[in-house]
């Protein structure tokens, strides 16, 4: 194969990584196609010896160098987890008991709720959120 080829595949991969949304993978194999036709350039005439290092050298690139790109260039996701409603107030839907479990709305989501607290609380009773255990929250009364 002509070195050429290998170093326009490269210009089209990169292209393409331009063109695509960043996942970062076309840039690693142009990276392997533009190294596979400096071999070429430099006399290995095997088609074979040049595809494994283009393979070679595309895999070792995202495996090496894919983690920290995406860590430096991905926005950050939003720290929004469940373990933050710890602290917010709900409002009981049906009365509950201690121990029991109940339904709550909280940021306009009706919730399962057990009370942990030692009184029997009334509908429309404020409550505090002190846990998050799955999908279910472990509330008390509002003082």
């Known amino acids: 194969m ?20 960043g996942g970062f993978y ?9 190294v596979a036709g400096l071999l070429a350039l430099a006399g290995v005439e095997s088609l074979i010896v040049q595809a494994l290092v283009f393979l070679a050298v595309s895999i070792a690139a995202i495996l090496f160098f894919r983690k920290p790109l995406m860590a430096r260039f991905q926005p950050p996701r939003p720290a929004h987890s469940v373990d933050s409603l710890v602290g917010e107030t709900a409002i009981l839907v049906a009365a ?31 409550c505090i959120v002190e846990q998050v255990d799955g999908l279910t929250l472990s509330v008390r009364a509002a003082e």
């Open 26 to 34: 076309f840039l690693f194999f142009g990276a392997g196609a533009f």
């Open 2 to 21: 002509q070195w050429w080829i290998w170093l326009v595949a490269a210009v089209a991969l990169l292209a393409v990584e331009m063109l695509t949304p």
């Open 96 to 126: 509950l008991h201690p121990g029991e479990f109940g339904q709550a709305e909280l940021r306009g989501s009706n919730w399962k709720v057990r009370n942990t607290g030692g009184l029997s609380l009334p509908a429309g009773q404020r």
